[in-house]
Structure formats: structure tokens, C-alpha cells
């Protein structure tokens, strides 16, 4: 209890809709140890990213609240940096500009100029980017702008990282390389992360505990798997550990069959015979 | 370097491919082709035409005219100069004659030539312009930013933006002269009737592709904008401005082209002396080099019209952080 360092106290959130409010969550409950890696998994449209825009503070819960080091949290802010799905860099400033942006904001009066340079220019060597640093968003691949959305996160010095989706636009690869990069800094850095995923592999490869969540709506915390293998971990000699294939097929069970999400191919069709058959 | 080698090698035609002769014949002959067939068919049209004031001139007809508006500008200046010398002569012995004696220094006071009526139309329609983007842009940011505004000023917007300037030239004409009273005015009445004019209709495509410009912002950016926490002076200055660059140049460049159109209308009406009034005197002289003059003035109106629209783009290009964004 004492080493609790972000909590989740029964999140709920309503949606309003013209039909009355809708319940995306329900009474969401989650500790959080400083230092810990938790990936949060579920099919989309479970509120993954919903629980993670709360805690960012970019929604509100409509009941319930979230506590950082004891304190609620209820806007948004620079402690809880958040990576997005799509990089979200500002497209007319270079990669140093987009990171400088942030440390700007963030250490104004704390670092001199010169400091805030070494820190931009720190930020971007973990990621392997301090090549680019003239470059504008357009003018770099998919991976090296999401790499830069992690520097720029990580530029805050935040109490908790948290990334939604970070790799779920790229391809196979670059996925890869950039999640070996992360638990490179992980280990360096040891950030409290949230991560949002859908991909069982880079759940079980890269976190401390995986969150899994029941489909929607009023969506809530289903199981949670901890998982203890030994840091560091290498995808190669993973792909053959039993403790690891143990792990992910726990996860795939809980996905394909105790939350199997059935998505109508044809909608309309579906929707008939749903009537036709509450008719019956 | 290497770019500096590549531009090199692009302009030097001893490197010119079949293909880059190709690509340039094509790109030269088919306007040159439209524009000599467009000569064609105005010559022998012209020819049918019978007015008051005899036949439409043709493209030769115009061309001489256009001669002619360029020797009596040279001749106009010459007078000027002409003018300034002999006063400043007179002056000067007046003044070894007796230093205490007072010497007058008068202006020049000549007819405006056509092409000190150009200018007198590029200042009018670059302030009246220049007015309606001052007004425009911090406007619709500040509209874009706020749905209530938004919605607030919107239905306005919507009535006073189809206004033509025929109809708001009167009022504008009444309020100046009322409010304006000045014994030593800085601007003539008629500059300020026709640059209110130009501002009140050129004011809506800006301040309308701005408000849109500043509501369209992803909401990506606006999130990490609120994550980082930016004042709202900031949030305006690196988020929402930046973002709303490459729409405001759109409502902007509607804007001047808009300005440079209502600008003549203005003229003629308010007796600017621009290129409006020049028309007007033309229409209203009637004699037969009127409709050769007036030809000029047309074409040289879409010229400057053309030339503006090209500055405009090549200012967007400049400012605008989006290099790739197709520009035509």
C-alpha cells in the first residue's frame, strides 16, 4: 500500500447520448507501483483508451477519481505525459523544436538555456534521434516521429508515462525496434508506464503486469496477469520459453474465449435477426 | 551542395535531354497557341462591332493606345521636372536678389497620368486590404476558438458577406463625410470611401477561412497542448495559428482578389483617382480612343489582378511550414 504510486478508484464514466447517458466504464479499480510497466489490453471499443485519457486527465470519470502520489488528479498535465497513437508532433517544428516545446514549458525558470539544450538533445539520444534534429515531421518515417513522441514525453520527466497504442501504426519491424528501444529506456529510466496495446506479444514482452479488460459497454478490469519474467528480456530466446508462451496463451484465452468480442459482419442483418429472435 | 550542383545541372542546356526539350516545347506552345488564337478571334470580332464611338478596337488598336498612355506619362513627367527646375531657378534668384525675401514652393500640380493612376489604385487596395486582414484575422481566431462566438456572430456574418460595395458605397460615402471633417485631412475622401469599401467586402473570405482555419485544429494537437499545459496566449501563437496558416492564406488570397475587383466599382463611384476613375473618365469623355483606353485599362487590370494573386501565393509559400501543400 505504501508503495502505491497511482491509483485508479472505481473510474466509471457516462457518456452522454441522445438516448440517456452510456456507461463506457464501470467502476474501474487499479494500483499502480512507482516504477511499474502495466500494458492495458482488450478488443476495441472496451474504453482502453478511455481509462487512459482519464488518468491523463483529458476526461473526466464521471464517478470514482484518480490519485498520483496521494493527490487526485482531474486535468491534464506534464507529470502524466501522454504518447499518442499518431505521434501528434506539430508539423512546422523540427524534431529539437517539438521537444523544445515541451521542456520549455515544463522547466521554465528551472533550466538555463544551455541545460534545456543538453536535456532536448539527452531526450533524443535515447531514442536514437539526435540525426534528425533539423528535420520536420514530414520528412521522417512513421517509427522515427513516434520515436520522437516518446522523447518528447520523456522530455517532461513525467511521474507516469503513458502511451496509447505507441506502435499500433507501424509495420512489423519497426515495431519491433522501437519496442526493444523502449525497454532499453525502461531499464535505464524505470517510468511508472501505462500502455495501451492489442498485440498479446508486445503485452507480455514488454510489461510487469498486464491489465485485461471485458468488452464494452460499462467496461471494467477483467483479469490481471503478472508477469515475472527476468529483465532483460529477449524477443529471440522468449519465442521458446515455456513461461512466456504460458503467459501469452493466458492472455489469448482470456481474449478469444472468456471475452470473445462477436462482430456481425453484416450489421443490419445481425441487428433483424437479433430482433427476430427476441421475438421468439 | 550538391542541390547547388543539381540546380546547376538543371539550367545548363548542355545537359538537356530529349525528354526536358519535349516537356518545354509542350509547356511553351500550347499558350502560346491559346493566345494567338484568342488574338485571332478578338481582331475579327472587333471588326463587327459598331459602337457610338465607331468600331471595337482590335488588339492593334490597343496597343497603340497603350503607346500612347506611356508617351504622355514620360511627357507629364518631363513637365513635372520641367516645373521643379524652373521653380527652383526663380527661387534661387530671388533669393541673391534679396535673402529675406519670401519664395514660395508650390506641388506640381499635373493631370494624374494613367500610370500614377495604377498607383494611385495599388496603395488604395493594399490599404483597404491590409485594413480588412487586420480586422479579419485576430477576428476569426478569436471565433474559431469559441463555439458560442461562433455561433453568435455567424448568422451576421452570413448577411453582410453576399453585400455588394454598389450598395454599401453610399453609406460609406454619407459616414465619412460626416465623421471625417478635418481642415487639413491627411487622406481624400474619395481614398477613404474606396478603401472602407474594398475592406467592408474583402473582410469575409479571411475572416471566414480563419474562423475555420482556427476550428479545425486536430484534436491531437489540441490534446498536446492541454497535456503541456501552454497559456492560452502560447496555445494561440504554437498550436492554433500555425494550424490555421495554410486556411487563412486561402480566405486571404480570395480576399485580395476580391479587393482588387470591388476596388474599381469603388473608384468609379467615390472618383478615386485610380484605374476605376480613369474608365469612368474614358466612358464619359467618349472620344474615339476612349474604347481602346478603356481596352488598356481592362488588361492591365487583369494583369495587376494576375500579379497580386502571384505575390499573394508567393508570400503563402514563403510563411506557410506545409512546403509540399499543392499551390495553383
Redesign the interface.
Known sequence: MSNTHLELSQVSIDFPTPSGPFRALNKVNLKIDQGEFVSLIGHSGCGKSTVLNIV???HQATEGGILLDGREVNE???E???V?Q?H?L???LTTYQNVE??VK??FRGQKSRREMREWIEYNLDLVHMTHALDK?P?EISGGMKQRVGIARALA?QPKVLLMDEPFGALDALTRAHLQDSLMEIQAQLGNTVIMITHDVDEAVLLSDRIVMMTNGPAATIGEVLDVNLSRPRNRIALADDTDYNHLRSQVLTFLYEKQRKVEPINPKKANEQQKKAEVA | MSAALATLNRINPARWTVTVWRDLALKLTFPALGLALFLGFWHLGAQQINTSLGTFPGPAEVYSQWTNLVDEHRQEKAREAEFYQRQQERNAQRLAADPNAEVRWRDFNGRPTFFSQIRTSLWTVMAGFGLATVIAIPAGIIIGLNQNVYRAVNPIIQVFKPVSPLAWLPLVTLVVSAVYVSDDPMFSRSFLVSMITVTLCSLWPTLINTTVGVNSV?K??L??S?????NWF?HVR??II?SA?PMMFTGLRLSLGIAWMVLIAAEMLAQNPGLGKFVWDEFQNGSSDSLGRICVAVLVIGFIGYLLDRAMLALQGWVN??K?AVMR
Not at chain 2, 226 to 230: E, G, S
Open positions: 491523463a486527465g483529458l491534464p498535465g506534464p502524466r505525459a501522454v499518442f499518431n501528434s506539430l508539423p512546422w516545446l515541451a514549458q515544463v520536420r514530414d517532461m | 486536430s491531437d494537437l490534446n498536446v492541454q497535456v503541456l499545459r501552454l502560447t504554437r498550436i500555425p496558416i511550414w506545409d509540399t
